[in-house]
Structures are given as structure tokens and as C-alpha cells.
């Protein structure tokens, strides 16, 4: 089977969006030229083109011996499938994969403005589903899902084994229609269920807005090839209405074609300065200088668990050579490139393989490590709290992980849960009752929807209030100083804020509760 390059136009976001992070095409390597290529790496390409004649009479003898032989009829098509799935699986690699006619189909219709779903990307690793980021306002977020989280089941269909296109059927579906899943969390020591109503997710990926001080906040939620385009929009808006400084939030950012990262990232990084480093085992190493110029204000960029792949590549950019100042958490640690190429023969699938991994400016590899911001803020706990179970209430000397988030949340909104360990005590029950009477719900000092419901919604009226996100608001305290600006609390900035020099990778200084 033959195939041709072809350019992903946009992310790919079915109900978990499959792993398509940061997209290169041939026709898109102009992008990439820059000093020159270094010593290539891992070996050269076979020299046989196709199958030998033995290889070809080996996987012949196969077929014909399971046509003849298997005690069930067979479906010959879904056969070969399985062949070409088994090369892809082989690789090992999360991000490779074959789509056949209809699920390539399925994911050119995902990308037509919204579509219905969770909202999460997701990949596969050691036969596990493992959630990259929650897309910012998704199902998925709302519920606490979180990166890292590996998703057991959904519907009581085990996703243990699974390849990536079954665990995305599987999760999708209709607008108002339910998710049942359940969780392992690192750090929880049982899996836990998490019930998620399908909704429709916005893929408008950029919004802006000017503090009254005059400090802009662009918020990139995805990246796709019209970024660039929609980012110079809101940028130049931004200054014309007398912006001081820039936060760029790339916060839950899943990622993106690579094209469109590097022209951002270009707005901000002086003329010759490198922007990324891409090294393929056919081309070696090639360096993207940048063929900007430095801005006159400074940047601050939001990260955290969740931003993966060009997120990362437009921090890492924006840190090493344009002296932004990175805030949050590590990130994700995607990466690799990948490609999709359609096939000639069989028309409509298509193969997306790992073709060249990307480094930073300086040229290290973030795979599995992720970026470091230059200041660690964590959220407030209440930030990553699970749903509450609507399967059964949460009642007094009740100990599970429902629990822990029943006390947290009631802790958040000025109860006194007195603990926060997951056992219901007395002074939990209190705390439930007070919140009870004051929302004038029935007060069992009990679980149920309505209470559940309600806790639940004044948690996201917090998460959603940006008094109090911490990361957004430690970013415009040093944006502050660095302008000459008190922070809003009146307290003062740490020197590596104030400096322009960074902190060692390894010794970043950490905010958290």
C-alpha cells in the first residue's frame, strides 16, 4: 500500500481527541529551514522498496491458511486492516497509527468548528488509555479529569488493550448523552468513576482581553493553521488599546500543526535567534531561526500539565530566546512529529507516523520531562477536585475518595469540613448541613444530585472567577514589577521575575498551597 503526504488542516478533536499534536508536511518544510543539517540520526532507510518476495509469500500463506482453516468466516478487509495496524503497533510509538476509510472520515468531520464529545486528548501507551490534557471549558475538565489520569473503562466497556481510533469510538457520542468513566489516578490508590455529559466543544481556539492596568492576556486553547492569523488579530488589537505587557496562556493547550507555532512564535523572537531545532533520520538536525523582531514590552506565558507538544514548543521558544518568563507547572513532555500520509491505493485511509522528533532553541530534548517554568504555581486544590458520585450518597463514617472532594470543596467555599482525608466525620456532616441550609436544599447532612449538583457548580463559578487563579495572577504580578507597576497585592515580585534572568532549570521557586 502506497501513500502520499498530506497536510492534517486543523487538530484533530473527536469525543478524547486523538493524538495528532504537532503536524509536519512536506509541503510545510520550508518552515524549517535554518543553519544548515547535522550528522542524520539512527540509520539510513532499508535500500528494498515493498515486500520481497519471501516476506510477500509469508503473510500469503497467513491469509490464505485463516481464510481456508478458521472455524468462523472471516471479513478479509478487516484482516488486512489488522495487518497494517500490527507494523504500526509494533513501533511502540503512542502517536503512530492507521485510520482506516471511515474512522479518517470521522476525524475530518471532527474538525469542522464544534463537534460532540468530552473534550480530552488522549493517547494509548502499554495498552493503557492515558488522558494528555482537558481542553479549557470541556466536559472533561469540568468533570476533573486530569493529564496523566488513565481511563479504565467507559460504559462499563474496558479500554485495557485497546488501540487508540477503538477507545475514541468508545468515548464518543450525542450531545447530552452520558460517559461513565473510570479512573486511575496517580496518587489515588483505588479507580474512581467520573460521569461526564457529552456537549458540544468550541474549537475557537484564541480569546483576548486587556487588564485595566494595561497588561494583555491571549489565551490559545489549540492550535491550528488560521492560529497565526486569529493570534496577529487580537495582538495587534491588544496594543493598539496601549498594552504594556503580554500574558500568553497556553495552559490545556494540546497542541498543533508545528507551522503555525514557529510564525507565532517568530512575532516575538529577534531577527537570526533560533525558534526550534528538528531532527529526522533522513535530514538530521535543522535548525528555524527566526525572521522577527524582539517586542518592545514583556511576556509572560502560562503553562501547565496539560499543554503538550507545540504548546511547549512555543514555550520553550518564547523562554530560550525571547526572554519570556515562564509561570505554572511543568508541562506535558511530548516530543516528537508526526505526519499523515493518505494512501494511493486505498483510497480515503491513511497512516500518521512519528517521523523526526523537536528540541528546544538550545537544543534539549523535553520527551517524558516536559518544559519547567522559570516560577512553579500550583492551583488551589479545589482547581483539580473529581465530581461527586451520583451512584450513591456520601454519608457520615463513609471513607473514599468522593468523600475527599465532598470536603474540599465545602473547605473552599469558607466550611469547615475540618479534615480532608476522605473520612466523613461529624465535622463534615456539619459543614454539609451549613452548606445545605444556606443554598436552601434539604439539609440531611447527606449526598445527593441536587446537593452534588449545587456544590458543584459553585465550585466552577470559583475556578471560573480570575481573582482566583493563581498562576494568571502571579504572571501579572511580575508583569507588574517588570513595568514598573506595584502587584495587585502589594506585595513585591521575586528578583528572578524582575531580572530577565532566568532561574536554573532545576531550581525553580514553587508557589503552592
Request: hydrophobic share 40%; aromatic share 4%; glycine share 8%.
Amino acid at each position: 500500500m502506497l501513500f502520499r503526504g498530506r497536510t492534517v488542516t486543523a487538530m484533530v478533536l473527536l469525543t478524547a481527541l486523538a493524538s495528532v499534536l504537532v503536524t509536519l508536511t512536506a509541503a510545510e518544510r520550508w518552515l524549517l529551514a535554518g543553519s544548515g543539517a547535522e550528522t542524520p540520526a539512527g540509520a539510513a532507510p532499508s535500500e528494498i522498496e515493498g515486500l520481497t518476495e519471501r516476506e510477500s509469500a509469508r503473510l500469503n500463506e497467513v491469509l490464505d491458511l485463516i481464510e481456508r482453516k478458521y472455524f468462523l468466516p472471516v471479513d478479509r478487509e478487516k484482516l488486512l486492516d489488522g495487518a497494517i495496524r500490527g507494523m504500526i503497533n509494533m513501533l511502540d510509538d503512542p502517536y503512530s497509527a492507521y485510520l482506516n476509510k471511515d474512522e479518517a472520515e470521522q476525524l475530518a468531520d471532527s474538525i469542522e468548528g464544534t463537534f460532540s464529545g468530552i473534550g480530552a486528548r488522549l493517547q494509548v501507551r502499554g495498552g493503557k488509555v492515558i488522558v494528555e490534557s482537558a481542553l479549557r471549558n470541556s466536559p472533561a475538565e469540568r468533570a476533573g479529569l486530569h493529564p496523566r489520569d488513565v481511563i479504565l473503562s467507559v460504559n462499563g466497556h474496558s479500554l485495557l488493550g485497546v488501540d487508540l481510533n477503538e477507545a475514541v469510538r468508545l468515548i464518543r457520542g450525542p450531545k447530552g448523552t452520558k460517559a461513565k468513566l473510570v479512573v486511575q489516578r496517580e496518587g489515588v490508590s483505588d479507580p474512581f468513576q467520573l460521569i461526564l455529559v457529552r456537549d458540544e466543544i468550541d474549537l475557537e481556539s484564541v480569546f483576548s482581553r486587556l487588564t485595566p492596568d494595561g497588561i494583555g492576556i491571549i489565551e490559545l486553547r489549540q492550535f491550528a493553521l488560521n492560529s497565526l492569523e486569529k493570534f496577529k488579530e487580537a495582538l495587534e488589537e491588544l496594543e493598539a488599546g496601549g498594552m504594556k505587557a503580554l500574558v500568553i496562556d497556553v495552559r490545556n493547550n494540546p497542541g498543533g500543526p508545528l507551522p503555525a507555532v514557529v510564525s507565532i512564535a517568530q512575532l516575538f523572537i529577534p531577527k537570526g535567534e533560533p525558534v526550534v531545532q528538528v531532527e529526522s533520520r533522513e535530514d538530521g538536525r535543522e535548525v528555524t531561526v527566526s525572521q522577527g523582531s524582539k517586542k518592545p514590552y514583556p511576556v509572560a506565558v502560562l503553562i501547565n500539565r496539560g499543554s503538550a507538544s507545540a504548546a511547549e514548543v512555543l514555550a520553550a521558544a518564547l523562554q530560550e530566546s525571547a526572554d519570556a518568563l515562564l509561570i505554572g507547572e511543568r508541562t506535558f513532555g511530548k516530543g516528537t512529529v508526526q505526519v499523515s500520509y493518505e494512501s494511493e491505493v486505498d483510497e480515503g485511509s491513511q497512516v500518521k507516523l512519528t517521523i523526526a522528533k523537536w528540541l528546544t532553541p538550545s537544543g534539549e530534548w523535553v520527551h517524558d520531562k516536559g518544559v519547567l517554568p522559570d516560577i512553579t504555581v500550583e492551583q488551589p486544590e479545589y482547581f483539580k477536585v473529581a465530581r461527586l458520585s451520583r451512584e450513591r450518597s456520601l454519608v457520615r463514617d463513609m471513607t473514599a475518595e468522593d468523600v475527599k472532594s465532598l470536603q474540599i470543596m465545602l473547605k473552599a467555599l469558607g466550611y469547615a469540613p475540618g479534615r480532608t482525608d476522605g473520612y466523613f466525620d461529624a465535622a463534615t456532616e456539619k459543614a454539609l448541613k451549613d452548606f445545605q441550609r444556606n443554598e436552601g436544599l434539604p439539609v440531611t447532612g447527606r449526598t445527593d444530585e441536587a446537593t452534588a449538583d449545587q456544590l458543584e457548580q459553585r465550585m466552577r463559578d470559583m475556578i471560573a472567577d480570575p481573582a482566583n487563579d493563581r498562576q494568571l495572577n502571579r504572571a501579572l504580578d511580575a508583569l507588574r514589577v517588570r513595568i514598573g507597576l506595584a502587584p495587585a497585592d502589594g506585595g513585591t515580585a521575586e528578583a528572578e521575575s524582575v531580572s530577565g534572568i532566568q532561574a536554573p532549570a532545576d531550581k525553580t521557586r514553587t508557589e503552592e498551597e
